[in-house]
């Protein structure tokens, strides 16, 4: 079982940064895939950024350049600096784990923190 907790939300106005961190409980957090998503009133949530085990990388075209993810496995900790803000990146962001539990795989969610973009 994974708990996630996430913190570090808030209200910023466009152009300032905001970084969110991502508890995580349990043992071998270094296994897991972490990753960022967020859901905007209305919208679909969608992911945002996500990282291996080993450290590789992805992003959503909208964020490329502006945030950063990243992990401190010996806190069991997930990260994502945030540069840059827009209004448009304003949701709630959500932390998101996979973890290897053979044979299937388990996804395990945070409850969430408000980012707020003012223009």
């Known amino acids: 079982q994974v708990q996630l907790v996430e913190s570090g939300g808030g209200l910023v106005q466009a152009g300032g940064s905001l970084r969110l961190s991502c508890a995580a409980s349990g043992n071998d957090f270094s296994i897991n895939i972490m990753a960022w998503f967020r859901q905007a009133p209305g919208k679909q949530r969608e992911l945002v950024a996500r990282i291996t085990s080993g450290g590789s990388t992805i992003y959503a075209d909208s964020v490329k350049g502006r945030f950063t993810i990243s992990r401190d496995n010996a806190k069991n900790t997930l990260y994502l600096q945030m540069n840059s803000l827009k209004p448009e990146d304003a949701a709630v962001y959500y932390c998101?784990?996979?973890?290897?539990?053979?044979?299937?795989?388990?996804?395990?969610w945070g409850q969430g923190t408000q980012v707020t973009v003012s223009s």
């Open positions: 998101h784990a996979l973890r290897p539990d053979w044979p299937t795989t388990r996804e395990y």
